[in-house]
């Protein structure tokens, strides 16, 4: 009985439970915050770092491309113009056509008929296919890798975020009249078909735009072969065609940025200023340099450097 009395005693004496007072629950809640808050950015920055790399990797296996082409055919890859058509009768197509045998996809290469314009079948279906190795993974407007409205064709393709690079001289929107005094091209504004750079567009297949190791006097390392670029900003933006591989350094790096993603989406089609390199590397972009380097350029870097380093035998003394 005593004992009996004893325990009942104990469990009535024993203090009540409790939960998380309010305050306490929001202490909690925003230590909870403020760690989320420190870790995020850490986490961002991790991610964009293996984003970066593996664009630096596409880009270095893009320039072992071009140089295995070279040693194969003895001279760079090139873009063709064809029958000079800028619409879906064209038969002109890409440098970047060139090297898929040395990306490992010499099937799809085999499919194109190289004897039919664009239109054809065969044709649309090969501009169609996705091409991972020609894909940044920090561009995320365009995550299926193909997008509607590209040019000439106005309709869907697959797309590339690299671009080779045609030279620094540039006649049209807001830098016209951008030339170099030397040059396969000496004093010609003409950046799409004329480009002092290693590929330029070459719409009317000028045999002065072929080049090789020996052209290159500016030296392989000291001369950018391919750049980034976003193809929801451009719709010259598509891998298989002539007028959808290459960029100009003429106009500014990243130019017009800071205008954000809705405007710029909307100025796709202005091609005067954005037939040039943009990058979603936070503070500039990938451009992988001649002999396989790639190096990542700041926004902030000197117009005219920024030019020279596009030109392939300009004769400028460059520290980079």
């Not at 104990?10 to 989320?36: D, H, K, M, N, W």
């Not at 950015?41 to 970066?52: D, G, M, T, V, Y």
């Not at 290159?216 to 670029?229: K, L, R, Y």
């Not at 002539?242 to 100009?248: E, M, R």
Request: proline residues 4%; aromatic residues 12%; neutral net charge.
């Amino acid at each position: 009985m005593v004992l009996s009395h004893w325990k009942a005693h104990c469990r009535s004496s024993s203090p009540a439970r409790q939960g998380f007072t309010l305050v306490e629950l929001l202490v909690v809640i925003a230590i909870i915050g403020i760690l989320v808050a420190l870790l995020l950015p850490a986490i961002q920055a991790a991610r964009e770092s293996a984003r970066r790399a593996s664009c630096n990797n596409n880009m270095k296996q893009l320039a072992l491309a071009i140089q295995n082409y070279h040693d194969t055919f003895k001279r760079f890859p090139i873009n063709y113009g064809g029958n000079n058509q800028y619409n879906t009768t064209a038969t002109g197509r890409s440098w970047m056509i060139g090297i898929l045998p040395m990306i490992e996809q010499q099937a799809l290469y085999d499919q194109i008929r190289f004897d039919q314009p664009v239109s054809h079948a065969d044709n649309t279906a090969v501009s169609r296919t996705v091409i991972p190795a020609f894909l940044c993974p920090s561009d995320g407007y365009s995550a299926d890798g193909t997008l509607d409205s590209r040019a000439n064709v106005n309709d869907s393709r697959a797309i590339n975020n690299y671009k080779a690079v045609a030279g620094g001289n540039w006649n049209w929107g807001d830098h016209a009249g951008v030339i170099q005094p030397s040059g396969p091209w000496p004093n010609d504004a003409n950046g799409l078909d004329r480009g002092n750079g290693v590929i330029c567009r070459n719409g009317d297949n000028q045999r002065n735009n072929y080049n090789k190791v020996a052209t290159v006097t500016d030296g392989t390392s000291n001369t950018f072969f391919v750049g980034e670029a976003i193809p929801a900003w451009c719709t010259h933006t598509w891998w298989y065609w002539f007028n959808g591989a290459t960029a100009s350094c003429g106009v500014p790096l990243n130019y017009r940025i800071g205008m954000g993603h809705p405007y710029l989406r909307a100025q796709w089609g202005d091609w005067g200023r954005n037939y040039s390199f943009f990058s979603l590397h936070p503070g500039g972009a990938q451009f992988a340099m001649g002999d396989g380097a790639v190096r990542f350029v700041a926004d902030s870097i000197d117009t005219t450097l920024y030019r020279s380093l596009a030109t392939i035998s300009g004769n400028e003394a460059i520290s980079f």
